[in-house]
Structures are given as C-alpha cells and as structure tokens.
C-alpha cells in the first residue's frame, strides 16, 4: 500500500482506533459514530495508515444575507432604472 497519507499525530490520541477488519465487519456502526463526530484512526496490520473524519457541514448564508435581496433590487424602479454594477457590489460588499 504505497501513497501519501496525511496524518495529524496531535488529534490521534484522542481518536478511537479502528483495523481493517472492523471497518469491513462494522462499517455501519462506524458511519453512524462518524455521523455524530466522532473520528478513527485505520490501522493495517497494526500500523496506523490513515485518519476517518466527519465531512463538516457547509455553511449557509443567513436569510437576511444582501445576496438574497439582488432580485427584488434589480427589478425595474419606479424611474425605470435597473440596478446597477456599482450598486449591487456596494450592496454585497458594503
């Protein structure tokens, strides 16, 4: 098993550790933990050789982000104008 694997040795001692075999026998179980935080270090013939971590959310803009305001903005005004390059950054940038 030759590649690089990145392997952060400060978190290790507070990761559980998982081998191969249990990662086949109890993949379930372990996704579930992995669904609630929870982080293993793999080990292969009992040498560590990766880290399992969660995916961490994506964070979302809040509703009253400006971003979800441009449509409404650039509807035609009550002057017919529409918004405007300058006007929109300003919006979005401050």
Do not use: C, H
């Amino acid at each position: 098993m030759k590649g690089n694997f990145n392997i952060n040795f400060n978190n290790i001692s507070k990761m559980k550790t998982i081998s191969m075999l249990e990662l086949r026998q109890k993949a379930g179980k372990l996704i579930r933990n992995l669904d609630r935080g929870e982080s293993f270090v793999l080990t292969y013939r009992g040498r560590a050789v990766g880290e399992i971590t969660p995916i961490k959310p994506q964070s979302r803009p809040s509703s009253n982000d400006p971003i979800y305001k441009l449509w409404e903005l650039a509807e035609e005004g009550p002057d017919r104008s529409r918004l405007s390059s300058r006007k929109a950054d300003e919006l979005i940038y401050g």
